[in-house]
């Protein structure tokens, strides 16, 4: 049986990355099924960074978005994304995580 996960660089703790690791294992040997293996892949997950006013700008104009384009992107309102920033509001949450995935793999794995 091949596994489908993909195996995480960094996790919240070493212990966490034991325990992954021995259930990446368990699964490759078919002991634990897919679904649980996705389970073990969510509790392993690495934290979100924080976005600060300057990396969201940064990142805006590395991808030459729009104010309005990227709060379109993150299905947020254009006053959001300006607030971010300005400093006066720091994302969270869905937006947080959107912002980091168009971070790591680029407008199309958002799209």
Request: proline letters at 6%; aromatic letters at 4%.
């Amino acid at each position: 049986m091949k596994s489908t996960t993909r195996p995480r660089t960094r996790t919240k703790s070493p212990i966490l990355e034991a325990v992954h690791e021995g259930a990446r294992d368990l699964h490759k040997l078919g002991f634990i099924d897919k679904r649980r293996m996705a389970e073990f892949d969510a509790l392993c997950l690495p934290p979100v960074p924080k976005y600060t006013r300057t990396r969201i700008v940064a990142l805006r104009r590395r991808l030459q978005l729009s104010q309005a384009v990227m709060a379109s992107v993150l299905n947020t309102s254009v006053s959001t994304v300006r607030k971010w920033e300005q400093g006066d509001k720091q994302p969270s949450g869905p937006s947080l995580k959107l912002l980091d995935l168009l971070d790591r793999k680029g407008l199309e794995a958002v799209l």
